[in-house]
């Protein structure tokens, strides 16, 4: 919070965490539950099995041991964290916000909190808000955690929705970096196209009644193929113009690490791109979509499998209801 003010600090990624429950929900699970196979679930998504928090549990309490873990990673203690970001679509409760309840948790006690609302794109936009408040030297460093419990707001008896999602947890450190770290960044929205993916009960418009839970209000609801054809674009444009804008092209980059939605949204993003599947990092198999957590679920589980090393440039590209999408440019440090 005291660090010296620099407008041109580097910022990077200092450290990485992750946490997924350990209960494990196959597509075989899924063909006892809904009418469906894991056949179509493979063919149509990639996904093969998703983890699945126990009832009672709460986003901030898969948030806490991926932060508790990039924070030991970068040999930062809790009471010495300033700022402390998640990002998130299924807060624990509307108010106080995670971050608030994480800090708690950790005993981050000299740290700022507050919550991104992003749905997917949510880690990404904190880490670029994480990044201007670093630069400057307003804060020395800063947890970002992307987190969700989508399982308590999937409709479990829609076949549409409830085979692509899961639970789960990321974190990051952001720091200064002598060299490398973020090089570049996008982000936009369109709100114009909310009604693609929303839950429309629990808030203001439709506070919880007996009606609102009559009529199912508080699921997500999704246009699954329109959002589709509008996520592949928005992601392959987030990704080339980052690339663009910092002066490089795309084999000067390493690894994209894109939101693990769907197989057929990641490999058409790689064609639109003009990226092979080799420079393309996947998990989703293993976790199916989680939404705020995904991209740093797996750029945790890029730098733990060696899949990126220092000096490699790496982007990171989501997309979410909202709409929204970004990007972020990194060189590994
Ligand atoms: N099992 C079996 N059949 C199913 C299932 C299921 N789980 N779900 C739908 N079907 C059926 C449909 O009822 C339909 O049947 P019909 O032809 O008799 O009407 C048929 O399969 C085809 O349905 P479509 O919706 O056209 O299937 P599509 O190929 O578009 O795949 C999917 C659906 C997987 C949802 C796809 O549109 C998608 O992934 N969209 C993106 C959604 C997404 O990822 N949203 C997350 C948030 S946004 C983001 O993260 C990018």
């Not at 679930?41 to 948030?63: N, Q, V």
């Not at 076949?159 to 692509?164: N, Q, S």
């Not at 058409?268 to 989680?290: H, I, R, S």
Request: with cysteine; charged share 20%; net charge neutral.
């Amino acid at each position: 919070m005291s660090a010296k003010p620099s407008q041109t600090q580097r910022i990077g990624v200092l450290s990485t965490g992750m946490y997924v429950p350990p209960k494990v929900l196959t597509n075989k699970d899924l063909e006892r539950m809904v009418d469906t196979s894991d056949d179509w679930i493979t063919s149509r998504t990639g996904i093969k099995e998703r983890h699945i928090a126990e009832p009672g549990t709460a986003t901030s309490d898969l948030a806490l041991p991926a932060a508790e873990e990039a924070l030991k990673r970068a040999g930062i203690a809790p009471k010495d964290l300033d700022l402390l970001i998640t990002a998130t679509t299924t807060p624990d409760m509307l108010f106080p916000s995670v971050s608030c309840l994480v800090q708690q948790k950790l005993g981050a006690t000299s740290a700022a909190c507050f919550d991104i609302s992003a749905a997917c794109s949510g880690s990404i936009y904190a880490i670029i808000t994480a990044q201007q408040f670093l630069q400057g030297g307003r804060y020395r460093n800063a947890l970002v955690v992307g987190a969700e419990v989508l399982s308590s707001f999937v409709d479990w008896t829609d076949r549409t929705t409830c085979v692509l999602f899961g639970d789960g947890a990321g974190a990051c450190v952001l720091g200064p970096v002598s060299r490398g770290g973020i090089i570049g960044t996008d982000m936009g929205s369109d709100g114009t196209q909310s009604g693609l993916l929303f839950m429309p009960g629990g808030g203001s418009k439709y506070p919880p009644s007996y009606q609102s839970v009559d009529q199912r209000l508080h699921y997500l609801q999704m246009s699954g193929s329109d959002l589709f054809k509008v996520a592949v674009r928005r992601m392959a444009d987030s990704a080339k113009r980052v690339i663009e804008q910092a002066g490089l092209k795309v084999d000067d980059v390493k690894l994209v690490i894109p939101h693990q939605a769907n197989i057929r949204i990641v490999e058409a993003v790689a064609k639109f791109a003009d990226l092979p599947m080799e420079k393309v990092f996947v998990n989703l198999d293993k976790y199916g979509n989680t939404s705020a957590a995904s991209n740093l679920i797996a750029l945790h589980e890029a730098a733990q499998t060696g899949a990126i090393k220092p000096g490699d440039r790496v982007v990171l590209v989501a997309f979410g209801a909202g709409l929204t999408w970004g990007s972020v440019l990194l060189e590994w440090s």
